[in-house]
């Protein structure tokens, strides 16, 4: 038990590429592809399974922001370490990870029906890539594994993919590799300037807990924010970087779309989280020359959030093809992310981090709900549905389910984090909020709009009328996700626990003043004197 427990970060990063390497070796699984959907499957469930103690062991009331850390030389000649370690953010992304990875797992067992091995093998990779993200606190290590993912998603899409599946799994592809080429840039003016710190002039290191404290100069921290904020930009995707994310998401297979939106997506609200703001918060204060105006970088990211939020949730009115549709909507909420997290404020930041677990869940769930139709159909065109709510009345409800979870409605996840960050906004700037709110009232729109389209009134096509209902695994596909959703939203306090001290952390990293302002207790008020007589 001393083991695992000291090694667990490893047993759950490694857990999946473990399995993905049994099903490479082993003879058998070349040959029988129901084996190799039972032992994916099993792997899949055990790396959920192996992640399940972070939730418990956890310590809450920890004074040291990172735990379960495993630290040893990797490349020491450079100052290189295999340096693990989660705080609560860390936590909440690695559980939703594993359980998304054994539902797209699932998810996959009558839909992929060629080169199956290879499919699960990449999937299972792609898994380890995730995960790693989440543990490393090397930054080299963290691109390591930033870089490592991209192979078998690109893979995943480009041959399971759909009719237009190279184009958009080159787009996907070569987005991603040029934000993450400039974020190296940023990464190694960090690692050259931390020749600094005492101990390490020689070696350098790449220890993110020991740059947080090593005094960047406010001219590098405004010229690396930008350099990393172009690479995890690309990877939310905020607009104008967002072209990429519709194209990779109509043509992924159903467990591609469902990890790309309920885990990679995170990784770039991840990485202004853990390492934008609070290694670079002087870089907020700057000014950019942008020709006739000069926002400081706060407010041009304010800005392009809310942009990512109005823009598009209108450009997600239009659209008709599901898939896209679902891929629009995910620009929209992950820039309510993006919006709460530079409120700046604890209550932003928490609520943006708790929304980038809600949106994992129900806009994974939408695209299972889209994968599930699309098998019994093959299409995606909204045109072709239409009172399947007579038809199908089981999938119909949980439809609506994770709907109103994706709109925000009361009682339902998201409405837990959309009311945080929208309050976090507001005690930044009211401003911010009131376009904001436009986005949640374009979200229900839409969402209401496509339901009534595909499962209200009569059908409409010969094809639909004798469509089979949910089966066992598939519902076992559903069911969590919706269950979560109810629990987030009638009693999100176990969740919050965990996000408490990072969040504020930032918050008096990023705004010292603003936070002792708010702490400081109010001054008593004078006591009146009574008039002499």
Known sequence: MDFYREHLLSIITYTPLAGAVVLLLIPTFKRNDEAVRWFANAVGILGFLVSLP???WFDRSHPQPFQFEERFDWIASIGVQYYFGVDGVSVLLILLTTLLGAIAILSSWTAITTRVRQYYVFLLLLQSGMLG???ALDMFLFYVFW??????????IGIWGSARRLYAAIKFFL???VGSVVMLLGILALYFHSRKIPGFETTGTFDVTRWYGMGIPAELQFWVFL?????FA????MFPFHTWLPDAHVEAPTAGSVILAGVL?????????RFSLP???DALRQTMDLFVVQPTVLQFMVALSIISIVYAALVTLVQKDMKKLIAYSSVSHLGFCMLGMFALNPLGLEGSVLQMVNHGLSTGGLFLIVGLIYERRHTKAIAEFGGLAHVVPVYATFTLLIFLASMGLPTLNGFIGEFMILQGAYSANRVWAYWAVSGVVLGAAYLLWLYQRVFWGQVTKKENEHLADLNARELATLVPLVALCFWIGLYPKPFLEFLHAPMAAIARTVQPEAVARAAAPAAAPETPVAPAH
């Open 54 to 56: 972070l939730w418990f």
């Open 133 to 135: 993200v989440f543990c």
């Open 147 to 156: 870089e490592v993912m991209l192979v078998p998603m690109y893979f995943l």
């Open 175 to 177: 987005y991603t590799l």
């Open 227 to 231: 350099a990393f904020a172009l690479g």
């Open 234 to 237: 690309i990877k939310v995707p």
């Open 265 to 273: 997506l995170k990784m770039g609200t991840y990485g202004f989280i």
């Open 279 to 281: 290694l670079l918060p």
